[in-house]
């Protein structure tokens, strides 16, 4: 796997909220979701109950997109994400990392029922008016 970008992996670790984009039938839907990033396998460790409309339409087609964004009003300041990955169930094995992931960066989840999902990304384009406008990063998974 080629290494992501230094700015991009600062950027996923700076924000917890995405929004995940999916479809099923040609039916899309979107929802906003908190994640974890776990730099290890280069995923966005999120919760989703089973009878959420987005958790049916990804479990039935797991290529899903997600969006990061800095709201702002000075152009300048313009930074996101745009990223295409596959959602996965986590085995036993993942689960336990992932459970720790998860819960570092929110502890007050443990008072909550997880059901935890490993969004594992492989394209990343960020945009970052900060280093010039219209500036893109852009990272693919081979």
């Not at 924000?15 to 479809?23: D, R, Y």
């Amino acid at each position: 796997m080629p290494l992501v970008d230094q700015r991009i992996i600062d950027f996923l670790f700076d924000h917890h909220v995405f929004s995940l984009a999916t479809s099923k039938d040609n039916n899309p839907y979107s929802a906003s979701c908190y994640y974890a990033y776990n730099h290890i396998e280069n995923s966005l460790i999120f919760s989703s109950d089973l009878k959420t409309t987005h958790a049916k339409q990804f479990i039935e087609n797991p290529k899903v997109s997600a969006t990061i964004a800095v709201e702002t009003d000075d152009i300048m300041k313009i930074q996101g994400l745009q990223i295409l990955g596959i959602v996965h169930a986590l085995n036993q094995e993942k689960l336990k990392l992932s459970l720790r992931v998860y819960l570092e960066r929110f502890p007050y989840a443990k008072k909550f029922p997880l059901k935890l999902w490993s969004l594992k990304l492989n394209f990343i384009k960020m945009t970052d008016n900060s280093l010039g406008f219209g500036k893109k990063i852009i990272w693919i998974d081979d």
